[in-house]
């Protein structure tokens, strides 16, 4: 059998219809990884073995459907409740805090068969692109990106196979990215936020974070019930794809020269055009006053209450909301609403459109500023630019490893679809999968 390491949720369901290998056998070699590389990367939060055993042998006991995803282990990121488990936030001000109930999104998942039982770090509160003290699986001296870090470096290391994130400002995909593997947004308000603790209501968004583009597909299946697993993908269909151009630069060197080279690969096989979308530091100043002014709407009292419980970032970006003015808030809507009309337009002429889900390489956590084109610029705000359009416009987008080059690195593409077209989304995404010979790799150095 294939080490547990480099198990996908696709391999192992056909391992468990051949009957080679039972769920228990599985979580034991789960638990021995763990205990490999997890004190190299600290992906997990309240992580013991022996609790999470006995709640497999629970899940064991009980009647699923008969999904993909049945018997498959799937961890969580610490904002996503999980019955009888804590749900911190990676934040003093919810130490201890026990989850009553599943989150929807887990019932979903459980009533799917799913073993739920492991919960991954986050940046507090989803703020931040860090996730400290979670470190990259491919280069630990670097950030595995955030807020969903934790999730990613699970993934990534193979302590997960699949795992969920949440994506305000792209807290799924730029972690993806910098760990080499899938990050999926979904179109905003698809899937359930009960028991998710919340950063920005109205740009929230719950997703997977996986190994392959089908095992995205299946894991999406089952928070969904909405994508069909069963069904011919045409892989000869022409699309036609827009290359956003305003990321062109800019962007790190050798980040550039592969993308590049990831845009020739592509344009080798569809139509291809550049094009662009909005102005990116209106739709970055857009989403960042939305986003501190609802954060702050969820924040501000508890900070008043306990302010020593909450770190100084949290605190600062919710002081910088709270200063916004209900006008300008509704502005700031209003202003989303004409970038929305107008990109929406783009969906006429394009399938999809393609641009960076990265503009460096992983970066140091000590680092603030990073340089790009030769200049010095900050950090974790180019770690989210390529990222945000899609999360103001509610649109559905994927972060997938396109290519590498000689010292291990990896860049990733995103592919942007219109809202509610997840399912075309994910069979293109599955299509190039296929096309380029797409496959996951198990971190050199771990």
Known sequence: MTEFKNLTIESLHKL??????????????QIDHIKQVENKIY?????????????????????????YINNIPIAV?????IKDLKTEANSESLKNNIAKYDSDVVKILKSNGSFVGMKTNTHEYAYGAVTPPTKN????????????????AAVASGIALGALGSDTAGSIREPAAL???????????????????PLAWTLDVVGPITKTVTDCAILFSAISNQYDLEKDINYKKDYKLGILSEYFSPMDKSIKKMYQSALSLIEEKYQCSETSSWNIDEVISTIFLILTAESAAFLEEPIKKNPDLFGGDVKQFVQMGSEFSATEYLNAQRARNLIVKSVDKLFDKFDFLIAPAQLMHPPSPENENVDLDGEELPRDLNLIKPLVLSSLCGYPAISIPFVRNNNSESFSIQIIAKRGSDSDLLDFSRVLEKEFQLKYEYPSNL
């Not at 468990?16 to 070699?29: P, R, T």
């Not at 990121?77 to 409740?81: A, N, P, R, V």
């Open 43 to 67: 992906s997990l939060v309240n992580f013991n073995s022996e609790e999470y055993l006995k709640l497999s042998k629970r899940h064991e006991n009980e009647v699923h459907n008969q999904h």
């Open 16 to 29: 468990y219809k051949q009957g080679a290998v039972s769920f228990l056998e599985i979580i034991n070699l």
């Open 77 to 81: 990121k610490d904002l996503i409740d």
């Open 179 to 197: 760990c080499s593997v899938v990050g999926f947004k979904p179109t905003i308000n698809l899937i359930s936020l009960k028991g998710v603790v």
């Open 137 to 152: 699986p491919w280069n630990l001296n670097s950030i595995p990106g955030g807020s969903s870090g934790g999730s990613a």
